[in-house]
């Protein structure tokens, strides 16, 4: 999917990113329009840092996360599930389709789901687009079109697997 996608952490995230620009420009303001030559020099520096955090929070991971997508491609063989991705630098992760014990299927608008490989685990709420995520999270197909279809083809593979076996 391209464009802006949300997602149900941006309950939270949302508000707590504007809550945050609008603590660090009060305090901005208050600081300019009092007395600057007061102010510690440190605090220019620690100002702008956290100025660019809540930016970030609030409008950058959406871009990021949409760069990120672009640039993620799924494939499905005869016997693996192959996830290739990166921002910066390209990966790819690979899971035998014939060792997995579970394979989960969220299904969410217009046809369009997530295929999961694998059990969630206790990270299984953070975000995949989060940098580092995908070291805790289990392989999936993330947010994919026709995903029912996708995920009845993997089961199919997977028995297809396990009777040659």
Do not use: C
């Not at 941006?10 to 600081?31: H, N, Q, R």
């Not at 007061?38 to 929070?57: A, R, Y």
């Not at 390209?90 to 059990?119: D, H, K, P, W």
Request: zero cysteines.
């Amino acid at each position: 999917m391209q464009g802006i996608r949300f997602a149900p952490q941006d309950v939270f995230a949302i508000p707590f990113a504007a809550f945050w620009l609008f603590v660090v420009l009060a305090i901005f303001g208050a600081v300019t329009l009092g007395q600057p030559e007061e102010v510690q020099p440190m605090f220019w520096f620690v100002l702008p840092v956290f100025l660019l955090v809540g930016l970030h929070m609030l409008f950058g991971r959406f871009l990021v996360d949409r760069a990120a997508r672009r640039r993620t491609h799924y494939w499905l063989t005869t016997e693996r599930a192959v996830i290739e991705s990166g921002l910066f630098r390209t990966s790819s992760r690979s899971v035998s389709l014939a060792a997995l014990s579970e394979i989960r299927f969220r299904a969410g608008r217009n046809r369009r789901g997530t295929v999961q490989f694998g059990s969630a685990g206790p990270f299984g709420m953070v975000p995949p687009s989060w940098p580092g995520a995908d070291q805790f999270l289990s392989p999936a197909f993330n947010d994919i079109d026709d995903a029912q279809r996708v995920y009845d083809l993997t089961l199919a593979t997977q028995r297809g697997i396990q009777s040659k076996a």
